[in-house]
Each structure stands twice: as C-alpha cells, then as structure tokens.
C-alpha cells in the first residue's frame, strides 16, 4: 500500500471513529434520559397526586437500525399524558434493553475501527521505516 494510500485509509478510519464516538455519547445520554424517566415514574406512581410530563420542542433523528427512533426516546423521556402506570415502568425498562443492545453494538464498532486504524498506521510506519533504510 502506497503512503497516500495509508494515509487516506487512516483518515477514513480516524473519521468513523470519530462517529461511532459521537454515537456513543448520544446513546449513553438518551440512556441517562432514560433512567431519569424511570425514577421519576417511580417517584411519580408512589405519590397520590401523580407527577407532570415535561415538554419537548425539536425532534432528534432516528438512531439506527432497530435501536429506539427519537419519537419513541421523546416519548417515553418526556410524556405528554401525566397518568402513569406500573406498566410504564417496563416500557421504560424494554426501551432501556434496546438502548443497551445498540450500545454494545456501537462500541464494538468504535473498538473495530480502532483496531483497523492501529493495525494500518503500524504497516504505513513500517513502510516509512523500511522505505528510508533503502532510499
């Protein structure tokens, strides 16, 4: 592989990983979010009085694959309905089960992509190394 080869794929590499990065954030806050919904569920079905839903303004992209779209996070993250029910704890917790499935897919993706940029800077530094011994 030539050197502007290497340092292309490297680039490219240094991108995903910079993306699956940035997912992996916004998976691990909409998994944040959600925890707090569920607290404050909980919180909510243990008073009398019941709690009130916050409101949401933008809607954020879908996230992938079969991973929760952003309607549903919005949803359950802040309801529009006030009433809640024990059933909206296990809502709750099935939405948190996909998130963690997406999750683990996505860091191993980032742990993927950063092995394959390891593994091609380590050969374009051999072909440099090897290339100025014999210039």
Excluded: C, F
Excluded at 4 to 25: P, T
Excluded at 59 to 65: I, M, N, S, T, V
Aim: glycine share 6%; aromatic share 4%.
């Amino acid at each position: 592989m030539s050197a502007k080869a290497s340092a292309d794929r490297i680039a490219d590499l240094r991108q995903r990983r910079r993306d699956m990065r940035r997912e992996l954030a916004r998976v691990r806050w909409w998994r944040r979010l959600v925890a707090a919904r569920r607290e404050l569920t909980v919180a909510a079905l243990a008073r009398p009085d019941g709690g009130e839903g916050l409101g949401l303004e933008a809607a954020w992209e879908a996230l992938a694959a079969d991973a929760p779209t952003s309607r549903e996070l919005e949803a359950a993250v802040w309801p529009e309905r006030t009433r809640v029910t024990p059933g909206s704890i296990e809502g709750l917790d099935m939405l948190d089960a996909r998130l963690d499935t997406y999750e683990a897919r996505v860091a191993e993706n980032l742990e993927t992509v950063t092995a394959q940029m390891v593994k091609v800077m380590g050969e374009a530094h051999r072909q440099d190394v090897a290339e100025r011994r014999y210039a």
